[in-house]
């Protein structure tokens, strides 16, 4: 298993018309004209420690994993320990964590 750790990644919350939820986050490729794409990803927290709603954390531990339903496979990010960085529950200042183009690796 590979443990996976990050500075900031904002989750959100998305609640379905029978009440039920997800969450989501967003990862970006920078294109070599200097734009940006953008994907989806499922995220998954243990039950009884997801975040209240939409915020910013600080990923302390994790691993990638997957589910079936239908002979489909799905693939998702299974966060063990969180911190919360802005939210609603708002535990470290935006001004402690800083990313920018620098930061890249290209």
Aim: hydrophobic fraction near 30%; charged fraction near 25%.
């Amino acid at each position: 298993m590979i443990t996976i750790t990050a500075d900031k990644v904002k989750v959100w919350k998305n609640v379905k018309e029978d009440g039920s939820h997800n969450f989501t986050y967003s990862i970006a490729n920078k294109n070599i004209d200097g734009t940006y794409s953008y994907m989806t990803k499922r995220i998954k927290f243990l039950r009884d420690q997801e975040p209240q709603d939409t915020c910013e954390i600080k990923i302390n531990n994790a691993f990638q994993s997957f589910f079936e339903t239908n002979g489909t496979k799905y693939d998702y990010l299974m966060v063990l320990n969180y911190d919360i960085i802005t939210g609603p529950d708002k535990s470290i200042t935006s001004d402690e964590v800083v990313l920018n183009d620098d930061d890249l690796p290209f």
